[in-house]
């Protein structure tokens, strides 16, 4: 039997993060737990024990602030909580970054190998990428496999 969903108080979720999280990510968060996809891609919940969409975001975008400090051409977005910022949903074990780019309505990816933005909500992203429907360049090309599992984190 899979785990549940743990129950999201969003009133707290939103006063936390500042910002309104997109419906989808909402619908998504009452159905599935925090989980890994293939072992490769996690995406977070706000209710899941540390590391968790507020731990996590936060780490991840201490990172993206200290590469762009080093290299401001490296990440050419705002970050939160700047106007406007990107917010990680989600990571991956190559530390490629899944954020929301919500004024744009987009997925903007940030890894090694560069960024890449797609228009388009959380969930259909994540059903593209699974489907094979949508190709991100950044992933590897075996990703996922053709027998991928997903596991609670």
Known sequence: MAPEAPPVDWAQVEQRLGFTVPDDYRAWA???PQIIVDGFLTVFHPAAPPPN???AGEDLLDFDRMLREADPDDIPYPLHPEPGGLYPWGTTIDSH???????RGCIVVIGRAGNWEWSGTMTTFLTGILTRQLICPL???NFPSSEFATEAS
């Open 97 to 103: 970054r899944l954020h929301w780019y919500l004024p």
């Open 30 to 32: 009452a159905v599935y």
């Open 53 to 55: 969409l507020f731990t």
């Open 139 to 141: 992933f590897p090309e």
